[in-house]
């Protein structure tokens, strides 16, 4: 099956700095990363996603990039505000099924 | 619209209780799945229905039964559960079960075993 690492574990960062958590996977056939923003007593949201064919994708603040010959892929958040504190999934999609490989979640806390 | 929504939010059961967690959607989509979360980890899935059958059982013990009433509803039976069962159970769907689809969580029901 598939395996996801993700890294750091935790980050902290001031706000208004910028944040990157990265991700990698090891099932070559994958090929839809989803990201999922999880807040305290909450179910995990989907905050974006990209797709085999695609090297970046850009929402507002919120970016990722897939690099898949090294088979990794980023989150980055620009201008971080206290409310993007959260616990961060991301995902690989393996094996069709739309059977999703988490990785064990990043822990963000942004510092006023 | 992209709102799964689970109901109750939190619920309480004896291990001899039998008890039913329900989820709902009114996107179209025709896969559901219930996922199990404990504090500081990762969902792991536990089920997948596609069109109202059951697709995916990942080996879940018997005292769970999920079930598909119909391609909008999604119940997971609960019966003889064991303290290590409390956890937060999410539900979550997709338009299809497919390479690329999006999959879309509820709030979860928060689970205590007693």
Redesign the interface.
């Known amino acids: 099956g598939e395996n996801v690492e993700q890294h750091p574990s935790t980050l902290s960062v001031q706000e208004g700095d910028s944040a990157v958590i990265k991700c990698t996977y090891s099932d070559s056939a994958s090929n839809y990363f989803p990201w999922y923003k999880q807040e305290l007593g909450k179910g995990p949201q989907l905050i974006i996603d990209i797709r085999s064919n695609v090297g970046e994708k850009k929402d507002q603040r919120i970016a990722v990039t897939l690099n898949k010959t090294a088979k990794h892929f980023s989150l980055h958040i620009t201008e971080t505000q206290p409310e993007d504190s959260a616990v961060y999934f991301c995902a690989a999609q393996w094996g069709g099924n739309n059977r999703l490989a988490f990785g064990k979640g990043n822990q963000v806390v942004v510092i006023p | 619209d992209?709102e799964?929504t689970?109901t109750p939010k939190h619920l309480v059961m004896g291990m001899t209780n039998k008890k039913s967690l329900k989820c709902e959607q009114h996107m179209g989509h025709r896969?559901m799945y219930w996922y199990k979360q404990k504090a500081?980890?990762?969902?792991e899935?536990m089920f997948?229905y596609s069109y109202e059958k059951l697709?995916?059982n990942e080996s879940v013990p018997s005292r769970f039964s999920p079930e598909c009433p119909n391609s909008s509803l999604l119940n997971l039976h609960l019966h003889a559960l064991q303290p290590e069962d409390s956890a937060?159970y999410?539900c979550a769907s997709?338009q299809e079960?497919?390479?690329?689809?999006?999959?879309?969580?509820?709030?979860?029901t928060?689970l205590t075993v007693v």
């Open positions: 992209t799964v689970q896969a500081k980890k990762p969902p899935l997948v697709s995916i937060l999410l997709s079960l497919r390479a690329g689809t999006e999959a879309f969580f509820g709030q979860g928060r």
